[in-house]
């Protein structure tokens, strides 16, 4: 049965029915996993906010209105990894929140800690250089 309520305990389904901790080495790892797939999911946001800021930079040919750019909306590779690394950041994303949906407390503050160690390392200092999209952690 499914939890709708946070519980502390070292049983938890995670993601698949495959996935499941019966004694407290098996959490603790999953705990780990969870806590260093948020970091991660950090640092796959911040590659993907500074190949946005590649992507729009501009190519230091001069600016010609009337013409068409040197590199096309679709062939540009800096637009396409930013492209890419968000789909990839969105599923990362995505799953995080389906492993917090399975209301363990130990799996909530493994992945709001590693979301917050990896805005730290990854973010931290780049208020002032980037502007952020979306403030929220999965979008």
Not at 98 to 113: D, K, Q, R, Y
Request: glycine share 8%.
């Amino acid at each position: 049965m499914m939890h709708m309520t946070f519980y502390w305990g070292k049983k938890v389904t995670l993601l698949f029915d495959s996935w499941k901790t019966d004694s407290w080495t098996g959490y603790a790892l999953t705990l780990l996993a969870c806590f260093l797939f948020s970091v991660f999911y950090q640092y796959m946001e911040d590659r993907r906010l500074r190949f946005k800021m590649i992507a729009k930079a501009k190519p230091s040919s001069i600016d010609t209105p009337l013409l068409f750019p040197r590199y096309g909306r679709w062939s540009n590779p800096a637009r396409f990894s930013v492209a890419v690394l968000f789909g990839v950041n969105s599923a990362i994303g995505y799953l995080l929140m389906l492993a917090i949906m399975s209301f363990n407390g130990g799996v909530f503050i493994a992945v709001v800690l590693g979301l917050s160690l990896g805005f730290l390392i990854f973010r931290g200092g780049d208020e002032e250089v980037m502007v952020l999209d979306n403030p929220c952690a999965c979008a």
